[in-house]
T-cell receptor, first 112, second 113 residues
Framework: GEDVEQSLFLSVREGDSSVINCTYT??????LYWYKQEPGAGLQLLTY?????DMKQDQRLTVLLNKKDKHLSLRIADTQTGDSAIYFC????????????FGAGTRLFVKA | NAGVTQTPKFRVLKTGQSMTLLCAQD?????MYWYRQDPGMGLRLIHY???????AKGEVPDGYNVSRLKKQNFLLGLESAAPSQTSVYFC????????????FGPGTRLTVT
């Protein structure tokens, strides 16, 4: 079945850039997402990219998509302590109620 | 708009007890989903619904039942709780096929002893 994989932890210093990587297996993915989860809360959509795009920039966030390698990355520029959270990569296919498959989440630690 | 709400927020059950988790959305969304979140495993889909009166199995449906009698509500039932069902449960909704985003509730933390 479809799978989404990402590393579990990332630690950066405040002000540095963070890069969170993700790989997926479903070649029919239509949308790829990055969600953010803060402690004790549900997931909130951070950004998304359509499968026919290579890059999307949104303020401090840059999403890069390599469809050939099925690799997605999220870059956060000038990382702040408020960016500390769990970041989930997810992909949405074309079948089965447009289900979204989530990765296990990358916990980002930002050191002051 | 309240968005997606879940009740209760916390619950402790003994093995074999039953309970129902309620999810409500006031955005007139067609699709609704129940996930469970376990450490190191991300979110796994339990059941979902593509409209009022319809439900379908997700990735981990065993031990759970669902109902969508009204468009705004999606109920998740545990008939006989087991310790393996200790988890955080999230409900989500989305308008339909053209939407790119799922809207999540705040979660229900369930412990089965």
């Amino acid at each position: 079945g479809e799978d989404v994989e990402q590393s579990l932890f990332l630690s950066v210093r405040e002000g540095d850039s963070s890069v969170i990587n993700c790989t997926y297996t479903d070649s029919s993915s239509t949308y790829l997402y990055w969600y953010k989860q803060e402690p004790g809360a549900g997931l909130q959509l951070l950004t998304y990219i359509f499968s026919n795009m290579d890059m999307k920039q949104d303020q401090r966030l840059t999403v890069l998509l390599n469809k050939k390698d099925k690799h997605l990355s999220l870059r956060i520029a000038d990382t702040q302590t408020g960016d500390s959270a769990i970041y989930f990569c997810a992909e949405r296919g074309r079948t089965g109620g447009f289900k979204t498959i989530f990765g296990a989440g990358t916990r980002l630690f930002v050191k002051a | 708009n309240a968005g997606v709400t879940q009740t209760p927020k916390f619950r402790v059950l003994k093995t074999g007890q039953s309970m129902t988790l309620l999810c409500a959305q006031d955005m007139n969304h067609e699709y609704m989903y129940w996930y469970r979140q376990d450490p190191g495993m991300g979110l796994r889909l339990i059941h979902y619904s593509v409209g009022e009166g319809t439900t379908a199995k997700g990735e981990v449906p065993d031990g759970y039942n669902v109902s969508r009698l009204k468009k705004q509500n999606f109920l998740l039932g545990l008939e006989s709780a087991a310790p393996s069902q200790t988890s955080v449960y999230f409900c989500a909704s989305t308008p339909g096929t053209v939407s790119y985003e799922q809207y999540f509730g705040p979660g229900t933390r369930l412990t089965v002893t």
